[in-house]
């Protein structure tokens, strides 16, 4: 019988044995979590999103110690006024990568998130928090970011690229200080397999262990653009890359969800958060 080593490292990037997973990004509870049935858990760093309630690394190993993933959410295409790196008199322009605000989201605000100052200044610094909490990885969020700025003045081809840059930053960085390994998930932003160059594409892949895709069975934008998402869901499934489907929906379409879930081509785990978005309880979708 042939023996071969596997390494701490080379397990914790092996996610095909989670069969669920929950989001919860406002006011997690832990001891909630610990109970919960979820093999993976996206969280928040904090409850509240300040530096002040910060989860211990006790938290999350309570989290661990239960069997759980536990990844952290990050944005990275976006800067939020109430986190740590926020200083009182920035805005638009100041400093220079900082663009204007989402006026979707009051208080994000677009970043030039290619700029070694956004680096240095915020996802550095987020990053090491996250690490030294024990966190089992990162779930980076507005990877289409690069979209925004590819129609505001730049070339998407050199946005996408950037992106694709940056993802691979923070995983060779987050794989130099993590001694057991480190997931990188991103949220979103599928349209970067088919915007940036062959060889970037090559990186992302490289760089990345899974791929989470907000409503794509629902409330979608249109059946042309749900149909182009499960076509570029085909590359990352035979990249053998996990992906994770999160649907804004209420109980009463619990049944039907999963029995798309069943049907999806490549295979995805899902969760059916509340319908308002709000991301601030663990619903009941697989309990």
Known sequence: MLLTHVSARDLQHNLSWVQNWGYWLQDADIDTIAESPYDLMVIDYSRDGTDQTRYSRGDIAKLQAKGKLVLAYL?????????????????????AFLGG????????????????????KALKPYLDKILAAGYDGVYLDLIDAYWYWGEHGYSVRKMANKMVKLVSKINRYTEEESSDGFIVIVQNGLG????????SVKRYFQAIDG?????????????????????????????????????????????????????????????????????????????
């Open 75 to 95: 944005s990275i295409g976006e800067a939020e006024d109430y986190r740590f790196y926020w200083k009182a008199g920035w805005h638009k322009g100041r400093p």
């Open 101 to 120: 605000e989402n006026p979707d989201w009051p208080g994000n605000y677009k970043v030039k998130f290619w700029y070694k100052k956004w680096w240095n």
């Open 192 to 199: 970067i397999v088919d915007d940036a160059s062959r060889k």
């Open 211 to 287: 791929v989470g895709v907000e409503s794509l069975f629902y409330n979608y934008y249109s059946k042309e653009d749900q149909a182009y998402r499960q076509s570029l869901l085909q590359r990352f499934g035979r990249q053998g890359k996990k992906i994770l489907n999160v649907e804004y929906i209420g109980e009463g379409y619990y049944d039907d969800y999963r029995q798309k879930l069943d049907k999806s081509a490549p295979k995805m785990v899902g969760y059916g958060a509340d319908p308002d978005a709000e991301l601030d309880r663990l619903t009941r979708f697989d309990q």
